[in-house]
C-alpha cells in the first residue's frame, strides 16, 4: 500500500523542500522511490533524514506539482536535521537506513526514530482526495494520453463539486490550469516547430 504524504527535507544550509511522495512501508521501515533528479533525493543523501507529513491541506500537493505555491511554512524537526510543516496533523521523522541506487529511481529506505500527533484528523473528504488524484495527473502530463486526463479529471470534478471547500477548489484551480499552460505550450511548440519547417 502506498500513502500519499508531503516528504520535507532540508539542504546541508537549512534551506527547506517540500515535496509531495507516495510513501510504503516494509515491515517498521519506509520507502520513498524518487525519481532523479531530485531535491529530496539529494538532500536526504546529504544529511540522511527527512520528514514524513500527514495533512489534508491538499493545496500543498496541488501548489508543489503546479509551482503555484511552494513555499509552506516549516518548523525545524525534532530529533533530525530537517524540517515539518508547521500545519500538519501529524509527522513522522526520518532517518536513512539503507540507500539501493538506482540512475532512474533509486529506492531510500528510511527508519523512523521519532513520531507526533498535532491534530485530530477530521475523517475523509472525497474532494480531497480528487485534489490528490488531480495533482499525481498533473505530475505525469507528460507521460499520459490526453484523452485519459480529460477523461480522469472530468470523473474527479464532480468529486470537487459535491463536497470542496475552499482549500480544495483553491487546489482544483491550480491543477486545471496547469493542464491548460501545459497544453497550451504543446500547442504552441508545435506550430514554432510547423511554421519553421516552412521556412
Keep these: 500500500m502506498i500513502h500519499e504524504t508531503i516528504v520535507t527535507t532540508a539542504a546541508c544550509d537549512g534551506r527547506p523542500h517540500i515535496a509531495p511522495m507516495g510513501a510504503r512501508y516494509e515491515g517498521e521501515r519506509i520507502i520513498l522511490s524518487p525519481f532523479r533528479p531530485s531535491v529530496t533525493l539529494d538532500n536526504i543523501v546529504a544529511t540522511r533524514s527527512a520528514v514524513l507529513n500527514f495533512t489534508t491541506d491538499v493545496r500543498i500537493f496541488a501548489g508543489c506539482v503546479t509551482h503555484c505555491a511552494t513555499d509552506w511554512p516549516t518548523v525545524a524537526a525534532s530529533r533530525v536535521a530537517s524540517v515539518r510543516l508547521t500545519e500538519s496533523l501529524a509527522h513522522a521523522e526520518l532517518e536513512l537506513d539503507e540507500l539501493r541506487d538506482d540512475k532512474e529511481r533509486p529506492v ?22 480528487a485534489v490528490v488524484e488531480g495533482a499525481i495527473l498533473v505530475s505525469r502530463l507528460f507521460m499520459l494520453p490526453a484523452d485519459k486526463v480529460d477523461r480522469e479529471m472530468a470523473y474527479l470534478q464532480i468529486a470537487i463539486d459535491k463536497t470542496a471547500g475552499d482549500n480544495e477548489r483553491t487546489a482544483w484551480g491550480w491543477l486545471v490550469a496547469a493542464v491548460a499552460r501545459y497544453r497550451a505550450n504543446l500547442e504552441e511548440t508545435a506550430n514554432h516547430a510547423a511554421t519553421s519547417a516552412h521556412h
Design 108 to 129: 531510500l529506505v528510511m527508519k523512523c526514530v521519532h513520531r507526533e500527533n498535532h491534530a485530530p484528523f477530521a475523517g475523509f473528504n472525497r474532494a480531497q482526495s
